[in-house]
């Protein structure tokens, strides 16, 4: 393809529509280039080797297991045999799954509501405590086994039934998701009912965490193959979840995080979840929510076993991370976020600081779009090089509204004007645009990150220097976009407008829209030159 650059008479460079075409295809090239890289830079993280501590962390008598990843810090407590701390590391993600992070903030919660990734059996007897024991130790993973000694496990039953719980973790060196096994076995010559029609067999229960922090939004989100289902109320969700199989499992998640439980075995499952309310009269009560996946009743032969397998995901909505563990749809992005967000993780590998990579991704996509741009003010200056002719038209047909049409069609025919070529680049462009705001409005990695005055790209600016800036970069724009004062008296309060809008959003969406203001300004006033010139 021939590409053609022409000079018009005042000497400006007129681009023709086949070199315009050429450079957004090297732009769209970039991007998948960009996507490709990103993806090739994640797969080659190296697995750091777990380290694994068996001692007695509590002073009960009993051993007590932490194991810490790249990523993690668990303690496993002989207690329930169940997680008991789970800590997310890495200076963006310094959280506590559990325990609750409200507690933290001096609200007092009852001790019965506390379930840290509990697996109990249906009407077996409280443990007195587990035998807790390093099974298996790899550089790329690490099993702990959480097992009842039998003389103090062993749920006798009025019958004399007798059943046992092994727990089985396998931890991942370089991810937030961890398998769970349960093992229940038949310790009698004779079957064994597990459970029963109203409350199942076996559950696993994760709450209140992370998730009960006043000031955050959270939701209930029902686990579907290849989907999710959320849901604000909880009545809603046990509705539904109550349908066995309706669900193969249960999560909440807020803007940064989840906390995913998820059978790995092919029972059918019920998912509920119910509220915990703080108690302290000194201060205003808090609610936060607690999940879990019921088992059915079952049998058990004499002698028998039965495993049964669930996958949980405690971490960051990193993209990545969840769609190693096919569940990328959790998180909120769509098909363009996702390429968006791998040329933001490219151009944060180049520069390492996400308030840099913003504005090279926020500058890519302008490129990108500027044809559109260039092609939508071409298009408005020709409507108004017509209007004239136009009001013309319409003093002379003013009695007749049909014939004004037909010679406003004419009219828009002779002279090569598309009465919509204003409006059509603009809605090409939202799309992408819409993309690139919800990327940087939920992307975890921009957490806790700094940027120049800015100490966090996920919270607000502390000085209200981009809001402002935001604000008077539009102000200005409105006096180069109109020369009518009626119209730009209408419009006078729009910058106050945008002051108040901005100014509560997260520094990286603020970022994006004041590099983008600059951007879109130049490209319109270089625009406006070639149009007028034409």
């Given at each position: 393809?021939?590409?053609?650059?022409?000079?018009?008479?005042?000497?400006?460079?007129?681009?023709?529509v086949?070199?315009?075409?050429?450079?957004?295809?090297?732009?769209?090239?970039?991007?998948?280039?960009c996507?490709?890289?990103?993806?090739?830079?994640q797969?080659?993280?190296?697995?750091?080797?777990p380290?694994?501590?068996?001692?007695?962390?509590?002073?009960d008598?009993?051993?007590?297991?932490?194991?810490?990843?790249?990523?993690?810090?668990?303690?496993?407590?002989?207690?329930?045999?169940?997680?008991?701390?789970?800590?997310l590391?890495?200076?963006?993600?310094?959280e506590?799954?559990?325990?609750?992070?409200?507690?933290?903030?001096?609200?007092?919660?009852?001790?019965?509501?506390?379930k840290?990734?509990?697996?109990?059996?249906?009407?077996?007897?409280?443990?007195?405590?587990?035998?807790?024991?390093?099974e298996?130790q790899?550089?790329d993973?690490?099993v702990?086994?959480?097992?009842a000694?039998?003389?103090?496990l062993a749920a006798?039953?009025?019958?004399?039934?007798?059943?046992?719980?092994?727990?089985?973790?396998?931890?991942?060196?370089?991810?937030?998701?961890?398998?769970?096994?349960?093992l229940?076995?038949?310790?009698?010559?004779?079957?064994?009912a597990?459970?029963d029609?109203?409350?199942?067999?076996?559950?696993l229960?994760?709450g209140?965490?992370?998730?009960m922090?006043?000031?955050?939004?959270?939701?209930?989100?029902?686990l579907?193959?290849g989907?999710?289902e959320?849901?604000?109320?909880?009545?809603?969700l046990?509705?539904?979840?109550?349908?066995?199989g309706?669900?193969?499992?249960?999560?909440l998640r807020?803007q940064?995080?989840?906390?995913?439980l998820?059978?790995?075995?092919?029972?059918?499952?019920?998912?509920?979840?119910?509220?915990?309310?703080?108690?302290?009269?000194?201060?205003?009560?808090?609610?936060?929510?607690?999940?879990?996946c019921?088992?059915?009743?079952?049998?058990?032969g004499?002698?028998?076993?039965?495993?049964?397998?669930?996958?949980?995901?405690?971490?960051?909505?990193?993209?990545?991370?969840?769609?190693s563990?096919?569940r990328?749809?959790?998180?909120?992005?769509?098909?363009?976020?996702?390429?968006?967000?791998?040329?933001l993780?490219?151009?944060?590998?180049?520069?390492?600081?996400?308030?840099?990579?913003?504005?090279?991704?926020?500058?890519?996509?302008?490129?990108?779009?500027?044809?559109?741009?260039?092609?939508q003010?071409?298009s408005?200056?020709?409507?108004q090089?017509i209007?004239?002719?136009?009001?013309?038209?319409?003093d002379?047909h003013?009695?007749?509204?049909?014939?004004?049409?037909?010679?406003?069609?004419?009219?828009?025919?002779k002279?090569?004007?598309?009465?919509l070529?204003?409006c059509?680049p603009?809605l090409?462009?939202?799309?992408?645009?819409?993309a690139?705001?919800?990327?940087?409005?939920?992307?975890?990695?921009?957490?806790?990150?700094?940027?120049?005055?800015?100490?966090?790209?996920?919270?607000?600016?502390?000085?209200?220097?981009?809001?402002i800036?935001?604000?008077?970069?539009?102000?200005?724009?409105?006096?180069?976009?109109?020369?009518?004062?009626?119209?730009?008296?209408?419009?006078?309060?729009?910058?106050?407008?945008?002051?108040?809008?901005?100014?509560?959003?997260p520094a990286?969406l603020?970022v994006?829209?004041?590099?983008?203001?600059?951007?879109?300004?130049?490209q319109?006033?270089?625009?406006?030159?070639?149009?007028?010139a034409?």
């Amino acid at each position: 393809m021939r590409i053609t650059r022409f000079r018009n008479r005042s000497g400006l460079n007129i681009y023709s529509v086949p070199e315009v075409c050429f450079r957004v295809t090297l732009l769209v090239s970039l991007f998948l280039f960009c996507s490709a890289f990103a993806l090739h830079a994640q797969a080659e993280t190296q697995a750091v080797a777990p380290v694994v501590k068996i001692e007695d962390l509590d002073g009960d008598g009993f051993n007590d297991a932490m194991v810490e990843t790249p990523l993690l810090r668990v303690i496993f407590s002989s207690k329930t045999g169940s997680p008991s701390v789970l800590y997310l590391k890495g200076k963006s993600f310094e959280e506590n799954i559990y325990p609750p992070a409200i507690q933290e903030m001096g609200y007092k919660l009852p001790p019965e509501s506390l379930k840290p990734f509990i697996g109990n059996l249906k009407g077996m007897q409280e443990p007195a405590g587990f035998n807790i024991e390093l099974e298996e130790q790899a550089v790329d993973k690490v099993v702990i086994r959480a097992t009842a000694n039998t003389s103090l496990l062993a749920a006798e039953k009025s019958d004399g039934e007798s059943l046992t719980l092994s727990k089985r973790y396998t931890i991942h060196a370089n991810s937030y998701h961890f398998n769970v096994e349960y093992l229940v076995t038949n310790l009698k010559d004779q079957l064994v009912a597990v459970g029963d029609e109203l409350s199942g067999a076996m559950s696993l229960t994760y709450g209140p965490g992370l998730f009960m922090d006043p000031f955050g939004p959270s939701s209930l989100i029902g686990l579907k193959p290849g989907a999710v289902e959320a849901f604000s109320d909880v009545t809603k969700l046990n509705a539904d979840g109550a349908v066995a199989g309706a669900f193969n499992g249960i999560g909440l998640r807020d803007q940064y995080f989840c906390v995913l439980l998820e059978s790995d075995s092919p029972i059918r499952i019920n998912a509920s979840a119910f509220e915990v309310t703080s108690e302290d009269p000194k201060r205003s009560a808090q609610s936060g929510k607690v999940i879990s996946c019921l088992l059915p009743s079952f049998n058990l032969g004499a002698k028998e076993s039965r495993t049964f397998s669930f996958k949980i995901y405690a971490g960051p909505m990193l993209l990545d991370h969840l769609s190693s563990i096919n569940r990328g749809h959790v998180s909120e992005y769509g098909f363009l976020s996702t390429i968006l967000l791998r040329i933001l993780q490219f151009f944060y590998g180049l520069l390492p600081n996400y308030g840099l990579a913003i504005i090279l991704l926020t500058i890519v996509v302008r490129m990108v779009l500027y044809p559109l741009t260039l092609k939508q003010t071409k298009s408005m200056a020709q409507m108004q090089k017509i209007q004239p002719m136009v009001q013309d038209l319409k003093d002379r047909h003013k009695d007749n509204p049909q014939k004004f049409n037909e010679e406003v069609l004419r009219l828009y025919q002779k002279n090569n004007v598309n009465p919509l070529g204003g409006c059509l680049p603009l809605l090409l462009q939202l799309p992408i645009l819409i993309a690139l705001y919800n990327t940087i409005r939920i992307a975890v990695e921009l957490r806790k990150t700094p940027f120049l005055w800015i100490a966090d790209l996920s919270k607000g600016d502390p000085l209200l220097i981009l809001p402002i800036a935001i604000a008077a970069l539009m102000y200005y724009q409105q006096g180069k976009m109109s020369t009518d004062p009626q119209q730009q008296q209408m419009m006078a309060f729009m910058p106050m407008f945008m002051f108040v809008i901005t100014w509560s959003l997260p520094a990286g969406l603020l970022v994006y829209w004041f590099a983008s203001s600059v951007l879109g300004l130049l490209q319109q006033l270089q625009a406006n030159r070639i149009s007028a010139a034409l």
